[in-house]
């Protein structure tokens, strides 16, 4: 976590704060990188990818705001910066993501314990971002490295996965 917060110029705080705020909001999850880091050896990532209640975010954007976080709108997410860190938060707005809050586990990152998405559920949205086109080439390529970082530790998410990335991890 030490090494974390100084690379990052304080992330892990931001983090930190983050979490207090997203349990004050209800049912939350950590989907993305930060998540897969949960089930495998961490990479390092600024991105943490969350999930909570639609109809908070709202409310959850205004509060981040009183707390000196820059938010963005967009299409498909809630964006947030911390002022100080070069943390970068995403909360999806993504539908399909809502179950992920019923079945979330409780696991430690940058060490705090935070709702996270279950390792099958994690999978799964690994999964989406790595099948939607419209996502740069880098960031499809990074969502590939993590599922085959999934697949190594638990053999049994391939057969959830696409047959050209089944096909691949097994030439390996």
Known sequence: MEAYELTTQGGATDFARTIRICE?????????????????????TLDADLVLIAANLPAVRAHLETQGFVTEMHEHSLNAKPAESDLRIQFTKDERYQDFLIRAITAEVLGKPVKIACLEDVTRGKLWAYG?????????????????????????????????????????
């Open 24 to 44: 004050s909001f209800g049912p939350y999850c950590l989907i993305g990188g930060l998540a897969v880091n949960c089930y495998v050896e961490p990479v390092y």
């Open 132 to 172: 939607d086109p419209r996502r740069r080439l880098s960031k499809r390529k990074k969502d590939e490295l993590d599922l085959i970082r999934l697949a190594e530790r638990y053999p049994e998410l391939k057969s959830l996965y696409p047959s050209e990335l089944r096909e691949q991890i097994e030439r390996g």
